[in-house]
């Protein structure tokens, strides 16, 4: 049983250094965050003088990459074309790999905008290789920009997207690219979409912040962004062998010598994921395509001519969802730990553990409560949906989980897009599977677990194990409900599915 404590000690101490790391993020957000902001308001407003010669401004390009986005299609081209940019100035590439009527949505509405005149296109392949990057990387090769702004099928931009985001770039011509901070069209929707709020906001408020600020590498969000054409060519173009070909492009970049830049004021609200299955499987990507990043580039990080602490803050940045298989098997030990090891410690000698537990614990949601009063008091009351996410986080460990492993064991798995809700006209999910049984099984463990640590009066670690027990038993529950519509829909209403692969 030797073996099994120290497998469980290990996965604590790893847990412990991740929560550990979210307080480092609170840290370098607090000590710039304010001088950062004003400058970046500075720049901004400085930079609107290239506006008053339209003629001498740089081509932008905006590429919108679609895949059977029949319910987001028309909002997403509407909104980038209303953008405030000189018509002459701006081309539109719409990159449709779809295969439904999404390609006759847009076929009607990019030749209505052609004849109102604006400079817009639509870009079809005649497979899907390297899906999203693959298209990026045929739309870079005949597209007319200097700079190019990505969005994907469910954002919106703001009107004043490319007038606050090309000054920045053309103010210094060593930035690849400069990213917009993510805003929420569905926040109130459910608790799912409340809990993704919380989740988001913490990522693009406080970490991306902390790197931005600090000098750190910076990764690109996938969308919301604008690049400058020549450090994408340099960096090595858009690549398909990751599923996070965003973030393998900005540390690319990075490497090569270019800098990123973050600008948490100018926001680009999107869509949630309102169902269980498709979080899951957007978690799912993002899990196993961050760990194959790091498998890639890190090796070059760790070469490269960075601060050991910009090299340590990389790591932890592209393994970040390694924490999944850890909570996993923190939840799987525990049980055994309880029954089959004896541990004899005096109060003084177990309080450092129950320190690092304390911690690992509270560092994630010591951050996201930073990051909504950082927005404003009347972005607090959002935490009071904040227990949700922290189930939910623990719910899909076993899910991500088997991302990390398959990232790790080098097995390759198409991109998978999460479906969007729109204003729809067709419902989209994710193709069913055998997981959410597992899911239950594993949330029925820990409830066996939960009672044995309350009968032998370990109150410490019995609370974590009913929180793995309430997050299995949502994430499998509902995954369940979704996948195979059986019974009714208690958390949120969700129309009836078609299945897409």
């Not at 965050?33 to 003629?55: N, W, Y």
């Not at 803050?313 to 939840?331: E, G, K, R």
């Not at 949120?492 to 897409?500: D, E, F, G, I």
Request: net charge neutral; charged share 20%.
């Amino acid at each position: 049983m030797t073996f099994i404590l120290t497998l469980y000690i290990l996965a604590a101490a790893g847990l412990f250094i991740y929560g550990t790391n979210s307080y480092v993020m609170v840290g370098l957000f607090l000590r710039r965050h304010k001088a950062e902001r004003s400058k970046a308001t500075a720049l901004i407003e400085a930079g609107q003088v290239i506006f008053d010669s339209p003629e001498t401004l740089p081509h932008v390009t905006t590429q919108i990459p679609l895949y059977n986005e029949a319910n987001v299609a028309e909002r997403v081209i509407r909104a980038t074309v209303a953008m405030d940019y000189p018509a002459t100035k701006h081309e539109i590439q719409i990159l449709d790999d779809s295969t439904d009527e999404t390609c006759d949505i847009v076929d009607a509405l990019v030749s209505e905008l052609q004849t109102a005149g604006h400079d817009i296109q639509v870009v079809r392949r005649t497979d899907r290789i390297g899906y999203k990057a693959g298209a990026l990387r045929v739309g870079m090769d005949i597209c007319k920009g200097e700079y190019i702004s990505i969005f994907d099928a469910d954002f919106v931009p703001p009107v004043d997207f490319l007038r606050k985001l090309v000054p920045a770039l053309k103010s210094d011509a060593k930035i690849a690219f400069a990213q917009a901070r993510w805003g929420h069209l569905n926040s109130q929707q459910s608790l799912l979409t409340r809990a993704q709020t919380i989740g988001i906001d913490g990522h693009f408020m406080i970490e991306q912040c902390a790197r931005g600020y600090n000098k750190l590498f910076l990764n690109f969000n996938g969308t919301a962004g604008l690049w400058r054409k020549e450090a994408i060519y340099d960096g090595g173009n858009w690549q398909d062998d990751t599923l996070t070909e965003d973030m393998d492009l900005s540390y690319r970049c990075q490497l090569a010598g270019w800098t990123a830049s973050y600008f948490p004021d100018i926001v680009v609200p999107a869509e949630l994921p309102e169902s269980y299955t498709a979080f899951k499987s957007q978690q799912f990507r993002w899990a196993k395509g961050s760990v194959q990043t790091a498998l890639k580039i890190m090796p070059r990080v760790a070469r490269s001519d960075a601060s050991l602490f910009a090299k340590v803050q990389a790591f932890l940045h592209m393994t970040h969802y390694c924490i999944h298989p850890l909570m996993a098997l923190m939840a799987l030990l525990a049980l055994p730990v309880l029954l089959h090891t004896e541990i004899s410690l005096s109060a003084w000698q177990f309080m450092p553990f129950a320190l690092a537990i304390f911690i690992a614990m509270t560092g994630p949601s010591a951050l996201y409560c930073v990051s909504q009063f950082t927005q404003g008091r009347s972005k607090g009351w959002r935490l009071l949906h904040l227990p949700g996410l922290v189930c939910i986080g623990v719910g899909i460990a076993l899910s991500n989980t088997r991302a990390v492993f398959e990232a790790f064991a080098g097995v390759t798995s198409p991109f998978v897009r999460t479906p969007k809700s729109g204003d729809k006209k067709k419902s989209y999910r994710t193709k069913a599977n055998w997981f959410p049984a597992l899911e239950l099984l594993m949330g029925v463990y820990c409830a066996f677990s939960f009672t044995h640590y309350l009968q032998a009066e370990k109150y410490l670690v019995g609370p974590f194990l009913l929180i793995y027990t309430l997050g299995f038993l949502i994430i499998g529950s509902r995954s369940l409900l979704e996948q195979f519509d059986l019974g009714p829909r208690f958390f949120a209403r969700t129309p009836q599915s078609v299945k897409v692969t």
